[in-house]
């Protein structure tokens, strides 16, 4: 017989912490990596904000074309990093996959490859450093490599050198 009398109720089973709810984030229908293409090809007719449900900027957008491609750039750095809501002001939702223990972050190397991709700046981030020395020599080969890596980097299908997926927010 136990002198101290039963357990308490629970006693034994493992109880995981209380989550605020603070900490749950709550993601828009509305994929991150589609918004991020369509701002890339077609930001400056404002397909990313008619995407996201900003209808008013999306027109507005199309009638400055981009604002003269400055506003077209600002979204798509702003895309990149995250930044950019749908129009209920939800974040925009990543891409799920998942491969291995992701430790770069996406928004880098997505910012690198729009910006310095034809110098080969995000293979470098990501530790590829014979294909970043490649792409650097062939100015992201005459372009079609860039934009093919950034459609990678969008979509969550581009990897470090290890294997391991991209890190998203």
């Known amino acids: 017989m136990n002198p101290a009398g039963p357990p308490p109720p629970g006693y ?4 995981p912490p209380p ?10 229908e509305k994929s991150r990596s589609a918004a991020i293409l369509l701002s890339i090809f077609l930001g400056i007719f404002g397909a990313d ?3 996201l449900g900003q209808f008013g900027l999306g027109i507005m957008k199309l009638i400055t074309l981009g ?15 995250g930044q950019l809501k749908d129009s209920e002001g ?10 291995g223990t992701p430790r770069v972050p996406a928004s880098h190397v997505l910012l690198a490859g ?3 991709g034809n110098l080969g700046v995000d293979r470098f981030l990501l530790g590829q450093t014979g294909l970043g020395v490649a792409k650097l020599l062939t100015c992201g080969g005459c372009g079609v490599w ?8 969008a979509t969550g299908s581009l990897h470090d050198a290890q294997g391991n997926s991209l890190l998203w927010d």
């Open 49 to 51: 904000r008619f995407y």
């Open 12 to 15: 034994g089973q493992f109880q």
């Open 90 to 99: 939800k974040k925009l939702r990543p891409p799920h996959i998942v491969v």
């Open 146 to 153: 860039h934009l093919i890596d950034i459609v990678l980097a």
């Open 67 to 81: 604002g003269f491609g400055i506003w077209a750039t600002i979204d798509v750095i702003l895309l990149a990093l």
């Open 19 to 28: 989550v605020r709810a603070a900490e749950l984030v709550v993601y828009s």
């Open 114 to 116: 729009i910006l310095a």
